[in-house]
């Protein structure tokens, strides 16, 4: 069925260090593939995405990168910051009918150390 | 992108009650959908709410639980009926369209029951 695993489930960095978090989806009528940030008390917030024919998106300090073939995706964040802390999740849409649907990951913390 | 109200914010309600959430967008849009956030947990499509059709749910979710109205391309609600401590959840409202167009959320109603 459709499922999106996520890794890891909580990450800890250095302020500067890079984040990376990993997703894999089982459908592969997934054509789509967005990432959100969530902080306390708010909902989720697309922060970047990327289509199945791409390989790579950038956006000043966070990119993604799909591997169509093995069905992973990740997000990289480079030169962390103590605002980047919240929790992340990825996410696969896939076709419905008519109609699509977003399956989500299970999340992942992320702890920026000042 | 679109901006999306939800009312209420939060609210505590009593077992056995029913309590509508409100989703107001700026703009119209296609496509509506409802999750439910459990406490530290992953966001759970529970129905997809589409202007002139009838809402579709996901496997768990039922009509008689979660009753959704659409009358127009800009506002939506969501029922959460007869309600027991496990309902006590986040409640969000998020808004999409057909072709390539993200997916954007509303900051959700916090819900707890007594």
């Known amino acids: 069925g459709e499922n999106v695993e996520q890794h890891p489930s909580t990450l800890s960095v250095q302020e500067g260090d890079s984040a990376v978090i990993k997703c894999t989806y089982s459908?592969?009528?997934?054509?789509?593939f967005p990432w959100y940030k969530q902080e306390l008390g708010k909902g989720p917030q697309l922060i970047i995405d990327?289509?199945?024919?791409?390989g790579e998106k950038k956006d000043q300090r966070i990119a993604v990168t799909l591997n169509k073939t093995a069905k992973h995706f990740s997000l990289h964040i480079t030169e962390t910051q103590p605002e980047d802390s919240a929790v992340y999740f990825c996410?696969?849409?896939?076709?419905?009918?008519?109609?699509?649907?977003?399956?989500f990951g299970s999340g992942t913390r992320l702890l920026v150390r000042p | 992108s679109a901006v999306i109200s939800q009312k209420p914010s939060r609210d505590i309600c009593q077992r056995g009650t029913s309590l509508t959430i409100q989703c107001q967008v700026d703009?119209?849009?296609?496509?509506m959908f409802w999750y439910r956030q459990q406490p530290g947990q992953s966001l759970t499509l529970i129905a997809t709410?589409?202007?002139?059709?009838?809402?579709?749910?996901e496997s768990g979710f039922v009509i008689d639980k979660f009753p959704i109205s659409r009358p127009n391309l800009t506002f939506s609600t969501l029922t959460v009926s007869n309600m027991s401590p496990e309902d006590s959840s986040i409640y969000l409202c998020?808004?999409?369209?057909?072709?390539?167009?993200?997916?954007?959320f509303g900051d959700g109603t916090r819900l707890s029951i007594l």
């Open positions: 990327i289509r199945s024919n791409v």
């Open positions: 703009s119209q849009v296609t496509m």
């Open positions: 996410a696969a849409r896939v076709p419905v009918d008519s109609s699509y649907k977003l399956i």
């Open positions: 709410a589409n202007q002139g059709s009838e809402a579709t749910y």
């Open positions: 998020s808004v999409g369209s057909t072709g390539n167009q993200p997916q954007h």
């Open positions: 459908d592969s009528a997934s054509n789509y």
